[in-house]
């Protein structure tokens, strides 16, 4: 009997096929919003408070366009029972883009962010990986209501997770002021509430204002426990005044006397 064209390649009878290949990384983050200082950790509030969906939130859009097998990863509630540093902080997403050309996504993948900062797979614990060959890419990591953020120079990834430790003021990111300098870590900027990749705090389509519309126009003193962009300190719940609200740090993030300034993320 001949061979056969299985999963895009021939396959000659009495031969087993060869498994794809896989890339693995080990990227490192701070999301500003729950980054407490003082500890050099993240906070898990959504966690804790059973708000983190089962599947992830990034669906095929514009701003998180699914390739190469990338979208509807899902974990199991056991993944959300872990404490201590290796709590689940959030979803993350994560591209692997062409090492030539910076600006072509060639691979996409949802994954897991613990409070100190490493991303990783489904299982809450493992190296991310993508089915892909060995080479070398930029990594960029985007977080639902955070600008996100990638390595300036392509990295050299093999089927050995390779880190990537974005929170080093010694790794070079794409662009200017990609990430928010706290003390001696890095982080991304929180306040994308509206996910279009500017942080805005006047004017149309700011991020302010959804802040508003979610606790009630007329009852700006609210607080509505919800998973949700307007979150920004992921704390599972959403505050337009008072203590830990949600509003300060998008003025905070363009500058508290140039609330007119806008930022911008730094992709190509």
Do not use: C
Not at 237 to 243: E, L, S
């Amino acid at each position: 009997m001949g061979a056969s064209y299985v999963n895009g390649g021939w396959v000659t009878p009495g031969f087993q096929q060869a498994p794809p290949r896989t890339t693995g990384v080990l990227p490192k983050v701070f999301l500003e919003g729950p980054f407490v200082s003082g500890n050099g950790t993240m906070t898990d509030g959504l966690r804790s408070g059973g708000l983190i969906p089962l599947t992830s939130p990034y669906v095929n859009s514009a701003q998180f366009p699914q390739i190469n097998g990338g979208g509807g990863e899902f974990i199991a509630p056991s993944v959300l029972t872990a404490t201590g540093n290796n709590a689940i902080v959030d979803w993350v997403y994560v591209q692997l883009r062409n090492g030539a050309n910076s600006s072509q996504v060639l691979r996409t993948r949802s994954a897991l962010v613990q409070r100190d900062g490493d991303v990783v797979d489904m299982d809450g614990v493992s190296q991310l990986t993508f089915v892909a060959p060995a080479a070398s890419y930029h990594v960029a990591v985007f977080h639902r209501n955070h600008l996100p953020v990638m390595s300036a120079n392509p990295i050299s990834l093999s089927s050995v997770g390779v880190p990537v430790n974005f929170t080093s003021p010694s790794l070079l990111t794409y662009g200017t002021n990609a990430q928010k300098t706290i003390g001696t870590v890095r982080a991304l900027w929180a306040g994308d509430v509206n996910t279009d990749g500017i942080i805005k705090y006047t004017g149309g389509s700011n991020d302010r204002d959804p802040i508003l519309v979610t606790v009630g126009s007329t009852t700006p003193n609210n607080t509505v426990t919800t998973y949700s962009t307007r979150d920004v300190n992921l704390n599972g719940q959403v505050k337009y005044t008072g203590g830990s609200n949600d509003r300060d740090p998008l003025l905070v993030n363009v500058g508290s006397t140039t609330p007119n300034n806008t930022r911008v993320r730094q992709l190509p």
